[in-house]
């Protein structure tokens, strides 16, 4: 099982995403925010694509290599399935693992794991 991460930003439809995707189960968690001068510019959200955006639904994160770890909140947990996400990541050709990192701390600067 790969979890192929990739970055995307959409002038389009206002907004930009880091995407987490199982390539078997294309189970998906994404992390999304309005581009600048958007209504919710200075917030993130996650979702898994079809679901409903939960907004400040991490409460920390680390990397670890190739590893990414999000720790939910309580909301957060119910949608996912556990409060502790753990993935490790395959880049996509597009953008490297350093960048997609750079992306996520930019997201979440105020919630990094020790």
């Known amino acids: 099982m790969a979890i192929?991460?990739?970055y995307e930003r959409h002038p389009d439809l206002g907004c930009e995403a880091v995407v987490f995707l199982d390539d078997e189960s294309d189970a998906c968690f994404q992390l999304q925010r309005d581009l600048p001068g958007g209504p919710r510019?200075?917030?993130y959200c996650i979702t898994t694509g079809a679901s409903a955006p939960i907004y400040d639904g991490i409460t920390n994160w680390r990397r670890v290599d190739n590893r990414f770890e999000f720790a939910l909140t309580p909301r957060a947990a119910r949608l996912f399935g556990d409060?502790?996400?753990s993935f490790q990541v395959v880049a996509s050709d597009d953008v490297s693992i350093d960048e997609l990192?750079?992306?996520v701390d930019r997201f979440l600067a105020a919630n990094r794991l020790p």
């Open 4 to 6: 192929i991460a990739s």
């Open 41 to 43: 510019a200075g917030e």
């Open 83 to 85: 409060e502790l996400l």
């Open 101 to 103: 990192a750079g992306h």
